[in-house]
């Protein structure tokens, strides 16, 4: 048994049972952590002095038959924009000053704090999680777990390459545009936006209310039980949900029979889907059927509204960056250099126009939703590409959004989705499905997911060659 290979909830049967206990698991974590880090860059820094002393806190804990919370002495990675007491969070980029005081926790890594989970690294971002890879000025280039030639994703590649090759069952991701659900599909691992404002976030973004904070995990079980911490209120987010009726782990169990599941394929038509990915979408779909859904082909009621996206996209880009100096924004990124450009040149009429858009198609999945309590379509159209790129090389696509149709129009609904590894391609690079449900139904997304997860149909193949 490889400790590396546990869920969560594994580690902490194991843990009850005295089978091993927390300074155990982190020492295995964190060497995993130091082994795979020279193939995938999947870390800015690991925090081992702290891991341990955390994990031997936990182990005392657990010894005298006291655990506190819901995750004590499980290992959680953090990506580089979330707030880490005693660290600093640099977002990828070099305009960001190591001497900042960093004595807060984001709001999710202070709910994990309270709930005794040991802390072992913050993962590598692109500069302020701008785009849909994972490169900065700062870091580098972050790595498939499949090929190190290709792409983690992003912009949380970092903490899918560390779940998916075991340096921590538990991460924290962020995502504005796909970027918790696109490097889990490239990364085989799963990946679940909740809906805005389940988890809360402070600072705010700049990217506004398109970003979220979501579990990456091993499995929809994990998730589950990372949501219950850290999808609490904080004072500190304006716009954070009430506490959810109940723990998410749950209603794991009651599946999928009965549900009404839409799956889109294409988006109409309007996506070209490599033909690897929608053959193992098509499967898992089938797989859904198989559970008791009643399944049909049903595509939502709206067309591309990627310019509305880049508008406030760009905006926030612009507002990043805005107090930087002539010399730090040369530092910068040249893609998010460029876009926050754009963006400086738009208007607040521009903006008006692009949330009357965003609203415009959060009414109309509202009404799909009435019909369909989940729509399934892939969470990308491909599957890893070069490493290093902003798109697939011969796309001709000039931005991230070109490749990742599938997950941002969820963004600007607010909407939960997830992804669930559900095959390969020819090359065994993972292919990825997408759930979402209407807003404030995170429960039915995991349900589902879950039940994918214990039929087999949910499955990637091992990533171990990079880490062995």
Same mark, same amino acid.
């Given at each position: ?13 194991? =843990? ?5 206990? &927390? *300074? ?12 795979i ?19 031997? $806190?936990?182990?005392?804990?657990? %010894?005298?038959?006291? #655990?506190?919370?819901l ?9 580089? /924009? ?22 807060e926790?984001a709001?999710?890594v ?17 500069? =302020? ?11 580098? /280039?972050?790595?498939? &777990? =499949? ?41 085989? /691992? ?34 589950a039980l ?5 999808? !609490? &209120? ?8 009430? #506490?959810?009726p109940?723990?998410f782990s +749950? ?5 999928? %029979? ?12 309007? *996506?070209?889907v ?6 193992a979408?098509? %499967?898992?779909v089938?797989?859904l ?28 880009a612009?507002?990043?960056?805005q107090?930087?100096? &002539? ?6 990124d040249?893609?998010?250099?460029e876009?926050?450009?754009?963006? !400086? ?9 692009? @949330? ?15 019909r369909?309590?989940?729509? *399934?379509?892939?969470?990308l159209? *491909? ?7 902003? @798109? ?9 959004t ?13 909407q #939960? ?8 391609d ?22 589902? $997911?879950?039940?994918? =997860?214990?039929?087999?149909v +949910? ?10």
């Open positions: 048994m490889e400790l590396t290979d546990l869920t969560a909830r594994r580690l902490l049967d194991g =843990y009850r049972e005295g089978e091993f206990g &927390p *300074v155990e698991v982190t020492r295995a974590v964190l060497e995993r952590a130091a082994r880090q020279p193939a995938v860059n999947a870390f800015v820094r690991l925090l081992e002095e702290d891991a341990l002393a955390r994990a031997r $806190a936990s182990q005392e804990r657990w %010894r005298r038959g006291e #655990p506190r919370g995750l004590d002495g499980v290992p959680v990675t953090v990506k580089d /924009i979330l707030l880490l007491r005693g660290h600093p969070t640099l977002r990828g980029s070099r305009t960001v000053s190591l001497s900042g005081s960093w004595d926790d709001p999710s202070a709910r994990l704090r309270e709930h005794g989970a040991v802390f072992v690294g913050k993962t590598t971002t692109p500069e =302020y999680g701008w785009k849909g890879v994972t490169d900065s000025p700062l870091s580098g /280039i972050t790595r498939n &777990p =499949y090929d190190p030639s290709r792409t983690a994703g992003g912009s949380s590649g970092g903490s899918a390459a560390a779940v998916a090759l075991g340096a921590g069952p538990l991460s924290l991701g962020t995502d504005g545009g796909g970027s918790v659900r696109i490097p889990a599909a490239f990364c085989g /691992i799963f990946g679940l936006k909740p809906t805005y404002g389940r988890v809360p976030l402070h600072p705010a973004s700049a990217f506004g209310t398109l970003s979220h904070v979501g579990p990456m995990t091993r499995d929809a079980a994990d998730a990372l949501l219950d911490v850290i999808g !609490a &209120p904080d004072a500190r987010d304006w716009s954070a949900l009430p #506490p959810a109940g723990p +749950a209603v794991l169990d009651e599946g999928v %029979r009965g549900l009404r599941v839409a799956f889109s394929p294409a988006f109409g038509g309007q *996506v070209a490599d033909p690897a990915v929608a053959s979408v098509r %499967r898992a089938s797989g059927a198989g559970l008791g859904a009643y399944v049909e082909e049903a595509d939502p009621d709206f067309s591309d509204p990627v310019a509305a996206f880049h508008t406030l996209w760009f905006a926030g612009a507002r990043v960056t107090r930087l100096s &002539p010399e730090q924004r040369a530092s910068l040249p893609g998010l250099r876009i926050s450009a754009a963006g !400086a040149r738009l208007s607040a009429l521009d903006y008006l126009a692009a @949330v009357d858009v965003r609203m415009d198609l959060g009414r109309r999945m509202g009404l799909f939703h009435e369909h309590d989940l729509l *399934v379509t892939p969470t159209p *491909v599957t890893a590409f070069e490493a290093g790129r902003e @798109v697939p090389g011969g796309s001709g696509h000039r931005r991230w070109g490749w990742t149709p599938f997950t941002y129009p969820f963004n600007l609904t607010q #939960p989705a997830a992804t669930v590894p559900v095959g390969k020819a090359a065994g690079l993972p292919v990825g499905l997408q759930i979402i449900a209407a807003r404030h139904r995170d429960d039915l997304v995991l349900r589902a $997911a879950h039940a994918l =997860y214990r039929a087999g +949910a499955t990637a193949p091992p990533a171990g060659a990079v880490a062995a």
